[in-house]
């Protein structure tokens, strides 16, 4: 069998979500079947640590597809000419991209559809193009995959899909993520946060990730608690015109660390590190550091919408995303209580088990093999 993938967001720099979701699944699809053949199609040259194995082949497709415009050009017209030329079987797609115009069976990962709930958080060009094509991405698929049981339900009502065609396949973590001593943890506190304890964020500064009602919840809690403790924020804004503008305070702005996009090592001690991950996003398709911070066994403070709760479960302290004083009630409870951070630790900790990147990779598989069936 001829796999052809699309690899797109394998980027040597810098990857975000869907190119580290493409980097897991891919490198064990190809250690695991070394009897089938793969075929990466990449947007511009790439690095050749992206090709995995001896059974890959990596295909430059043109134009780069970073504008709602290119996107149209590369997927109905470069890659399905270039699917036909290396005799493709079947597609897996993992950012749910898929061409309309071929024939040839494809398997979209669709991880959620935030931009039908919150189309103004994103540019004009981008939501308009999302919003027309997905529903269509949806219906041409052969399979669908999505990462958590309450994006299924999400795609099954919105896009009127038969709950038949979708599979939900968690999400894994790195296993660089992991608990770490209390000695490394005070010198990683006295190396980035002055050795004070602090809260950290991990994600794109996006709407609806929340950032901004995060930010004035920590202002609430420094103002009632008096306490030393920081806050981190781990990331970059996701969209050069930038939609989400931070209003930073004057007083506290000092206690506010922004480290922007950081390697996997470094952002692996700082969550470890931290006294509890303060993730609050109104809409979250799976939510990965939520379980890079259960396999580091540190605290969670979680938004209760969407699949943030599926995920984190009885590892996590809940709040509501949109009020900003429960955020700042919950950041009060769990700094003050040494039991509740004990207890959200060791539920991390057995609740992590449950979710690899090994699992994931086995039922993807599954779906590209009954394609070819």
Known sequence: MIIGINTRFLLTTKMEGFGWYTFEICKRLVAQHPEHQFVFFFDRPFDSKFIFGENVTGVIVSPPARHPILHAIWYEFSLKKAMKKHQIDVLF??????????????????????????????????RTYLRFFFPKYAKKATKIITVSNYSKTDIQQKYGVDASKITVTWNGASEL????????????????????????????????????????AFVSFKK??????????????????????????????????????????????????????????????????????????????????????????????????????????KMIEIEMSKDLQENLSKNGLVRSKLFSWDNAATKVWDEIYQCFK
């Open 224 to 329: 009632t608690a008096g306490s030393s403790t920081k806050l981190m924020i781990v990331g970059a804004s996701l969209w050069r015109d930038t939609s989400c503008k931070l209003i930073l305070p004057e007083d506290f702005s000092h206690d506010i660390i922004f480290t922007g996009h950081l390697q996997l090592e470094e952002l692996a001690q700082l969550m470890g590190s931290a006294l509890a991950l303060t993730y609050v996003p109104y809409f979250e398709g799976f939510g990965i550091p939520l379980l890079e911070a259960m396999q580091c066994g540190t605290p969670i403070i979680a938004g209760n919408l969407t699949s943030l709760p599926e995920v984190a479960e009885n590892a996590a302290l809940y709040c509501d995303p949109f009020q900003v004083e429960d955020i700042a009630e």
């Open 177 to 216: 993520f992991k608990p770490i001593s209390e000695e490394e943890k005070s010198a990683i506190q006295l190396k980035y946060s002055g050795g004070e304890p602090y809260f950290i964020f991990v994600g794109a500064i996006h709407p609806r990730k929340n950032v901004q009602r995060l930010i004035d």
């Open 93 to 126: 797609s993992p950012d749910g991209y898929l061409s309309l115009r071929s024939k040839i069976p494809q398997i979209g990962v669709i991880h959620d559809i935030n931009f039908e709930h919150y189309p103004k958080d994103l540019p004009f060009f981008s």
